[in-house]
């Protein structure tokens, strides 16, 4: 639910101005030439989708394969970011108390590449901590967005080449977005999960939402996969009902709504028994338990 963000930008391009064309601009503005053209960007792939830089080490790198059939061009850069209660990840205005950013102490290199198809690229970062670092969690978002071909050309370069034209295109940009976290000093956290309700459970019992809180407390974020169990009164034995990885919860949020689907077979019912979740450390962290809750369904009615 969390690792690498598909981000949507808009670009203008192709204007050509004249004082007499001035009206028609604004008046397009407000509302746009159809259609809408979207910048068919190559298929970029970013790993490892997530990135913390903690203890002694200094460095990392992210690799960048262009799995697409046309060369592309993506620019770099840092961005600053918060998570919302329901788990949006969104751009921020102004930082809140405890909002504290990873972009000034990283230097990265390169800030722009352009990739044939099949061709990779490796980006690299290191860290430069300033001295009397306060311990805690420093978080930035490292933005991969694509650019139009045209972009960067004047506009008289592409009014000539269109015979002195108007030519509007409203263009969205696609990027990719990572976190990238520097942890300094003593940082922990523990997580519980609160009020277990069982939501929009249909009439066979086949399907139903499990909505909870999960509750930070600490100076960093925690990241895990999520599993939910259904245990039935008539002793039948424990079923997964949901598998949900890659879930964050930010510095310096306290807590997420969660809210995870729920599905059995055939030959199973969300009827009486006891739902567990379990959130757990990713495979490659070794499983560790971060929290745990249980809790009672009350019977279909009949």
Do not use: W
């Not at 978002?141 to 139009?148: A, D, N, T, V, Y």
């Not at 969205?172 to 003593?186: A, C, D, E, Y």
């Amino acid at each position: 639910m969390e690792p690498a963000k598909i981000l949507t930008r808009y670009t203008c391009q192709n204007i050509f101005l004249s004082p007499r064309l001035l009206l028609l601009v604004v008046m397009t503005i407000i509302a746009p030439l159809s259609p809408l053209e979207l910048y068919a960007a190559p298929q970029l792939v970013v790993a490892p989708t997530r990135i913390i830089i903690e203890g002694r080490t200094r460095t990392a790198s992210v690799n960048l394969i262009n799995r697409g059939d046309q060369t592309g061009t993506f620019r770099i850069s840092f961005e600053r970011k918060r998570m919302t209660e329901t788990g949006r990840v969104v751009p921020l205005e102004k930082p809140a108390p405890g909002e504290i950013f990873a972009d000034q102490m990283i230097r990265y290199a390169p800030r722009q590449v352009t990739l044939a198809p099949g061709q990779s690229q490796v980006v690299r970062l290191m860290v430069r901590k300033p001295a009397n670092l306060a311990d805690g969690e420093y978080r930035s978002h490292l933005l991969f967005q694509g650019i139009p071909p045209d972009t960067g050309k004047s506009v008289e370069t592409q009014a000539a080449s269109k015979g002195n034209k108007l030519s509007i295109k409203i263009i969205p940009v696609l990027g990719v977005s990572i976190p990238v976290i520097v942890r300094h000093g003593n940082t922990q956290a523990s997580v519980t999960l609160e009020n277990l309700q069982l939501e929009n459970r249909s009439k066979d019992g086949k399907k139903a939402s499990l909505a909870f809180r999960a509750k930070r407390v600490g100076n960093q974020s925690v990241y895990g996969d999520f599993t939910v169990f259904f245990t039935p009164d008539n002793g039948s034995k424990k079923i997964v009902v949901s598998q949900v990885n890659g879930t964050a919860i930010y510095s310096p949020n306290k807590e997420r709504i969660i809210n995870l689907p729920l599905q059995v077979s055939d030959n199973v019912r969300l009827d009486a028994g006891t739902i567990e979740v379990l959130y757990k450390e990713p495979a490659s962290k070794g499983k560790k338990e971060i929290a745990s809750a249980t809790a009672r369904i009350v019977p279909l009615a009949r």
